[in-house]
């Protein structure tokens, strides 16, 4: 798990350098790095939902699975937990933040394939990239919501390390069409974020988060039948 530790480790660092940052910036340079990230992740949300939608071969699932998991995200007030806590433990702002870290680092082919990778053929080349590319990503957020980004870290140990685990499962599970499938739903939750950072239309992003599980329960019943 040498990858993973690499990439939990960049995103603390990032986060320090980060926080470092945000306390030389003036109130204006904060509401234009708000509106940077806000941008940014529009843009890589975009990016995954048009790169990965016309290998998509259930062209319907991806609008399922959000209707399905706005659902049972709202039923459950995840997202007020979420800020509520967050809020209080890191101050006000930093919920919003902090779920789109998550996102950004934990929905993605080299996050997911990553530790698969480590933990069958020993090959970290995945978790190191994706680590590399966490330090720069951490480092922005952080300078915008400050340290409190570096909590993400341990979510990500947690993801990949539970994939890394699972690995041998997971090799024969996630196919093409699976990481397709979970990039343009992923894709569609990264741009809402984006679109909340930027006070166009609040989301609540993760009220969104159990759309990611209706692909994971598709292709689990699809490979049982």
């Not at 945000?22 to 939902?49: H, P, R, Y």
């Not at 101050?91 to 919003?96: A, E, K």
């Not at 990264?190 to 994971?216: C, E, H, Q, R, W």
Request: aromatic share 10%; charged share 10%; glycine share 12%.
């Amino acid at each position: 798990m040498i990858g993973t530790i690499y990439n939990t480790a960049m995103i603390i660092i990032g986060s320090i350098v980060g926080s470092f940052l945000k306390k030389g910036l003036k109130e204006k340079q904060q509401t234009v790095l708000f509106d940077a990230m806000g941008l940014a992740a529009c843009g890589i949300g975009i990016n995954s939902i048009v790169n990965n939608m016309p290998d998509s071969q259930f062209p319907v699932l991806f609008i399922v699975s959000l209707a399905l998991g706005s659902i049972v995200g709202t039923s459950l007030d995840i997202d007020g937990k979420f800020q509520s806590l967050v809020d209080k433990k890191g101050g006000s702002g930093l919920g919003q933040g902090l779920s789109t870290a998550i996102l950004l680092f934990c929905i993605g082919t080299l996050s997911i394939l990553g530790p698969i990778q480590s933990a069958i053929y020993g090959d970290e080349t995945f978790l190191f990239t994706n680590g590399t590319l966490d330090l720069v990503t951490s480092m922005v957020l952080a300078s915008t919501y400050g340290i409190g980004i570096a909590a993400a870290a341990v979510v990500l140990f947690l993801w990949q390390g539970g994939i890394y685990l699972g690995a041998g499962f997971l090799a024969e599970f996630i196919s093409d069409p699976f990481m397709t499938e979970l990039s343009i739903v992923g894709g569609f939750l990264i741009a809402a974020s984006g679109i909340s950072i930027l006070k166009i239309k609040d989301f609540k992003t993760m009220n969104l988060l159990p759309s990611l599980l209706v692909p994971v329960l598709f292709f689990l019943i699809k490979s049982i039948f």
